[in-house]
């Protein structure tokens, strides 16, 4: 059985939208007229991705974090409620308001329905569902402790998306104030500025140099502006483009990991993110070779990311994970001590969770300090900027009344 998604008229010519579950296309066209519906469409609701496309390209829409919590929590509560499967994933489908997601619930029970497991349904999706996800769901069908494991994994996405949006929160401030600098500046240079040095066209003395500075400035934006503008987005296009190249996205990961602050909030983030999702791993009974494997997926950084893969190496040929991990420099030391009592107690999940909270813990403080360095810095730019035009525009005048005097 599949699902569909149809586009119908009702009896009054109203469209209507919808997904149903069918063995066919002929099927649902039918239970369409069945309920006095002409159909005018009928398509597979949500079809497999394919693993195999180039450059990971899906036409398949992503959800948002947010959504993925939400969706987690319903199947955790519903599941634990002793509801079945199947009932379960419908109940959550016809919950959610967003017409792709239900499309690819709907198809998931489909192939639940069709005696695949949770799991591997959820894998022919991976741009909805992430491989953390339906490892972990599969660790927890293997267990029989689908409900707690995916509590768990509600817990996470949670987590992970309560942090993303405190840094986005944390940044909106700063960014908004930056955009709106800039867009003040320049219109003060393309607009005001050529309105007010008309006036000093007509002296005959030399104007000083930060005077001449800035007409220079004013007539370069009003005249190349656009293609500044141009050549600033093709520069971001084609920076964009280089970093896709795995060898040139490295070194750009480490510069960054060795600019002061911002390297150590790179190093704190991944951190945090390798430690939340190791831990959840560990507590689902995963493999510690697949478990690091998945853990390093979620790593943004490649230098870190290949560091964590090396120590799998290390951990495959005999090493502890303390040790392992250790050598790659690039994780805190709270975090190896953490690590290591973890594997002394067999409590490595607890331990990884305890880490992974102070982590973010510090994340939250960083940002904090960085934002609160930022805002006076900007102010005082901004003011040095506006201080300078008015300079340039009050020399000249300055000048003219010690001649007339």
């Known amino acids: 059985m599949e699902a569909y998604k149809f586009v119908a008229l009702d009896p009054a010519g109203k469209e209507k939208r919808g997904t149903l579950e069918g063995d066919s296309a002929k099927q649902v066209r039918q239970q369409l007229r069945d309920s006095n519906l002409i159909p005018l469409s009928v398509d597979v609701a949500a079809k497999k991705e394919s693993a195999n496309t180039p450059g990971g390209f899906t036409l398949q829409r992503r959800i948002s974090a947010m959504d993925l919590a939400l969706i987690t929590r319903q199947l955790s509560t519903l599941l634990r409620s002793g509801l079945p499967l199947e009932i379960t994933l419908k109940s959550v489908a016809k919950q959610t308001k967003k017409r792709h997601i239900e499309q690819v619930l709907l198809a998931v029970r489909a192939r639940v329905r069709e005696g695949h497991s949770l799991s591997s349904g959820l894998a022919e999706f991976p741009s909805v569902f992430p491989e953390l996800y339906h490892r972990t769901i599969s660790a927890g069908e293997e267990s ?20 993303q949006q405190k840094t986005v929160l944390a940044l909106f401030y700063p960014a908004l104030l930056t955009l709106l600098s800039i867009a003040i500046v320049v219109g003060l240079i393309t607009f005001i500025v050529p309105k007010i040095v008309k006036v000093f066209e007509t002296m005959d003395q030399e104007l000083p140099i930060i005077t001449q500075a800035l007409i220079t400035t004013s007539a370069t934006l009003r005249e190349h502006g656009l293609a500044m503008l141009g050549v600033l987005v093709l520069l971001v296009i084609v920076t964009r483009m280089l970093l896709q190249r795995p060898a040139i996205r490295m070194v750009w990961h480490r510069i960054i990991l060795h600019i002061p602050i911002i390297g150590n909030l790179v190093r704190s983030i991944n951190a945090a ?8 791993l560990a507590a689902s009974s995963t493999p510690i070779l697949d478990a690091l494997h998945i853990s390093s997926q979620v790593i943004a950084s490649d230098p870190i990311r290949a560091a964590v893969e090396q120590a799998a190496s290390r951990v495959r040929e005999g090493s502890s994970l303390q040790a392992a991990l250790e050598q790659t420099g690039y994780f805190p030391p709270l975090t190896i ?7 002394a107690s067999g409590n490595l999940e607890g331990m990884l969770e305890h880490s992974a909270d102070i982590q973010e813990r510090e994340i939250e403080a960083l940002i904090t300090t960085i934002l609160g360095m930022f805002e006076p810095l900007l102010i005082l730019v901004m003011g040095g900027v506006v201080l300078t035009i008015v300079l340039a525009i009050l020399l000249p005048i300055f000048e003219l009344n010690q001649l007339v005097s």
């Not at 707690?148 to 987590?159: F, I, N």
């Not at 993110?273 to 959840?280: C, E, G, P, W």
Request: hydrophobic share 35%; charged share 30%.
């Open 337 to 343: 001590s953490l690590l290591a009592s973890g594997e």
């Open 144 to 163: 029989g402790h689908l409900d707690s494991v995916l509590d768990r994994l509600a817990d996470y996405t949670e987590k992970r998306q309560q942090m």
């Open 273 to 280: 993110r390798f430690s939340r999702t190791l831990s959840i």
